[in-house]
């Protein structure tokens, strides 16, 4: 009987647990969705089996079509990019129209430095680094960027840099607004003088020089460009054999001149260019024919033009070259060996 009892209370046990369990798988069954545990492990191993994927062929196309169509925009995207690039550092004659009205309008220092840098590229077309460079492919357009920046923008320049003056007062400089853009202008003699250095055709030296008048209203404010303006036009005078050529280099060169007296009144520099147009004359008056009568009677002319300008520095200058001419003359007669004269 005991054991009887025992076996029964060992099943009524058994009994209990398999309800307890079926009434807790019940409850999970029910619970909702979002509250169900995740298991990491069976997620994982569903979803790295391919066989329980639900991903048909089309699906698979439509997705590498996806992944092609996105591809192809980038390239597009970047090639596009790309044209713009090279767009900006290609000098159109649209562009150039652009840049050249702008000017004319009214210089701004955004826009004169624009057109700086496409003038400096036409400059030193063979030198440098082309990538950094604005490119010129056309030789119109070259053509039109060199005559707008030797024609119209000295005259450009010198309005931009002047004050507004009253009728029949003199216009003067406006040094705070010269002061802002220094470097521009810089930037633009230094050009002028490499590109104007560098000409062999008589004529286009000719058009540059016919021009360039205004740029001695600003020029001795470009240290040391001003120097190196003077030297180039004492170089042209003495050395060309174009009459017209040694006419305007020496009006350029008179200009600056007149505008050091007027305004600097640099005494230094006025006697640099007496000397420098001194020893120009002197070279080629060395020896007189009748083939270079003509010039060395013409830079006569010119040098004596100059000297009048200051008769004081002009007496000074001559007192001291007359000086040196008898000391060196004094010098060779007080020598008697041949190979001293």
Known sequence: MVEEQEQEMLDEEVEEEEQTKGKGKGRKRAAPEGDQPEDEDSSFSEASNPSELDFDEKDYMQLNFAKKAKKEGDEEEAKEETEATEGTNTLTSARLKAMTEGLAQGITSKRLKQFLMAFSSAVHLEEGDKEKKILIPSTATFQELMVFAFQELPILLKTFVSKPAAEGKKVVLDAEKLGKNENLLKNYVSNYIAFLGKLNDTAMVEFILTNSIPLAFFVLRLKPY??????????????????????????????????????????????????????????????????????????????????????????????????????????LIKQTLVPSL
């Open 226 to 331: 001003h120097l190196k303006l003077v030297k180039l036009c004492v170089k042209l005078w003495s050395e060309s054999e174009n009459a017209n050529v040694q006419l305007f280099a020496f009006i350029l060169l008179r200009e600056i001149a007149k505008q050091n007296q007027d305004t600097e009144r640099n005494s230094e520099f006025f006697t640099l260019i007496l000397k420098r147009c001194y020893k120009g004359y002197a070279e080629n008056s060395r020896i007189m024919a009748w083939k270079n009568y003509d010039a060395v009677q013409f830079m006569r002319n010119c040098f004596v033009e100059l000297m009048g300008m200051d008769t004081d520095m002009a007496y000074q200058q001559a007192f001291s070259q007359i000086r040196k001419l008898c000391l060196d003359l004094r010098t």
